[in-house]
């Protein structure tokens, strides 16, 4: 009978269950980003200096008037649809998925670029 039975005998299944989804879910990921050869990540001068070219090219800001740990709205005054725009166009640059993520700051964004994988 069910309802007789303790809680505590269901501790071992709930336990082999996150043992279960920590083997098959998140070992092969964490495999994957361990396996990444460092040299795979794009260097950080490269990526704010591509960043840079970007605002340039789209929001004619010059690369001194703004420094890195630039507010996007405040410094640089991107309003929210600029803001997606440019993500859009840094992702397309980078070959990344860049939306989804709420930055605030330029440093934010070269940060998760530098930082991803993938970016070419």
């Known amino acids: 009978n069910w309802s007789s ?18 083997r098959l879910v998140l070992a092969p990921s964490l ?4 396996s ?8 950080r001068e ?8 970007i605002l340039f090219d789209q929001y004619f ?5 703004y420094s ?3 507010s996007l709205e405040d410094e640089l005054r991107l309003d929210a649809l600029s803001q997606v725009d440019l993500l859009a166009s840094l992702g397309k640059e980078f070959a990344i ?10 440093k934010e964004i070269v940060d998760a ?6 970016a070419k």
Request: hydrophobic residues 40%; proline residues 8%; charged residues 25%.
């Open 5 to 22: 039975t303790p809680l505590t005998a269901f501790a071992p299944l709930e336990m082999s269950r996150a043992l279960l989804f920590r």
């Open 31 to 34: 495999r994957r980003l361990s």
């Open 36 to 43: 990444v050869p460092q040299a795979a990540f794009l260097p």
């Open 46 to 53: 490269e990526v704010v200096k591509r960043v840079r070219v």
């Open 61 to 65: 800001t010059t690369t001194d008037s």
């Open 68 to 70: 890195e740990t630039a």
């Open 97 to 106: 998925d860049l939306q989804g993520e709420q930055y605030y700051s330029l």
């Open 113 to 118: 670029i530098a930082s991803h994988p993938r």
